[in-house]
C-alpha cells in the first residue's frame, strides 16, 4: 500500500509565521503535489513535482514555495504566513509510468490555522 | 468552461438503493478517469480506476466511461450510511502532469 504521511493534522500558526508542511511518501513515486481544499472552491493545486530539485507552479503559487531535495519528500513553504491561508493543506504522490498511471494518493492532510 | 463538472447535490438515497454519481470533462483526449471518496474532515482516498470505455466493477462500485460522450459514472449498490461522503471525479489529460478534480457530489445514504 502508498503511504503519504504529513508532517501535522493541525497547526496554528501566527500572521506573519514562516511555515513548512512536510510530506513524505515511500512508493518511490516521481511526482508529488501540494494542495489546499477550502469549502466551495474544492481542491486547488499550489506546486507539484515531477522529480527531485525539479518544481512547476499550479494555479495558486502565490505566497508559497515548495523544496524537494529527496526523491520522498517535498515540502511547502509559506513565507509570511496570512490569515487566508487558514486551510487544509494536502499532499498527494502519484505513479509516473506503468499500469496504474495516473493513480493519485493523498496524505491525511494539515489543518492550518492562521490567527 | 470547467475541465471537470460534477453536480454537487446533496445526493440523498435511501439504504440498500443504487446512487448514482455523474461527471463530465471537457478535454476530448483525455485518458484516464478515477473516483475519490472523501469523509468530512479526511482526505480523498481513491476508490475506483477507470481507463478505456464499458464498466469496471469493484465490489458494490461499477465505474462507467463513455469517452464518446465525455462522461463518467460511479454506481454505488446497496448503499450503505458508511458511503455517506463526499465523492470526486478526477480526469487525466495528456501532457499534463496534474489531474482535474471536480468539485464532489455529496452523498447521503438515509438509514
Redesign the interface.
Known amino acids: 500500500d502508498v503511504k503519504v504521511t504529513q508532517s501535522s493534522r493541525y497547526l496554528v500558526k501566527r500572521t506573519g509565521e514562516k511555515v513548512f508542511l512536510e510530506c513524505v511518501q515511500d512508493m518511490d513515486h516521481e511526482?508529488m503535489?501540494w494542495y489546499r481544499q477550502d469549502p466551495?472552491?474544492?481542491?486547488r493545486?499550489i506546486y507539484?513535482s515531477?522529480d527531485v530539485k525539479m518544481k512547476?507552479k499550479?494555479d495558486i503559487p502565490e505566497g508559497y514555495s515548495v523544496s524537494r531535495e529527496k526523491k520522498e519528500r517535498f515540502s511547502l513553504i509559506l513565507e509570511s504566513a496570512s490569515t487566508n491561508q487558514t486551510s487544509m493543506y494536502?499532499c498527494a504522490t502519484?505513479r509516473g509510468q506503468g499500469a496504474?498511471?495516473?493513480?493519485?494518493?493523498?496524505?491525511?492532510?494539515t489543518r492550518l490555522t492562521v490567527t | 468552461q470547467k475541465e471537470v463538472e460534477q453536480n454537487s447535490g446533496p445526493l440523498s438515497v435511501p439504504e440498500g438503493a443504487i446512487a448514482s454519481l455523474n461527471c463530465t470533462y471537457s478535454d476530448r483526449g483525455s485518458?484516464?478517469f478515477?473516483w475519490?471518496r472523501q469523509y468530512s474532515g479526511?482526505?480523498?482516498?481513491?476508490i475506483m480506476?477507470i481507463y478505456s470505455n464499458g464498466d469496471k466493477e469493484d465490489g458494490r462500485f461499477t465505474a462507467q466511461l463513455n469517452k464518446a460522450s465525455q462522461y463518467v459514472s460511479l454506481l454505488i449498490r446497496d448503499s450503505q450510511p458508511s458511503d455517506s461522503a463526499t465523492y470526486?471525479c478526477?480526469v487525466?489529460t495528456p501532457g499534463a502532469?496534474?489531474?482535474f478534480?471536480?468539485?464532489?457530489t455529496r452523498l447521503t445514504v438515509i438509514p
Open positions: 511526482n503535489f466551495g472552491l474544492g481542491l493545486l507539484f515531477y512547476e499550479g494536502l502519484r496504474k498511471r495516473g493513480e493519485q494518493y493523498f496524505g491525511p492532510g | 485518458q484516464s478515477f475519490y479526511k482526505s480523498p482516498e481513491l480506476s470526486l478526477a487525466n502532469n496534474n489531474l478534480f471536480g468539485t464532489g
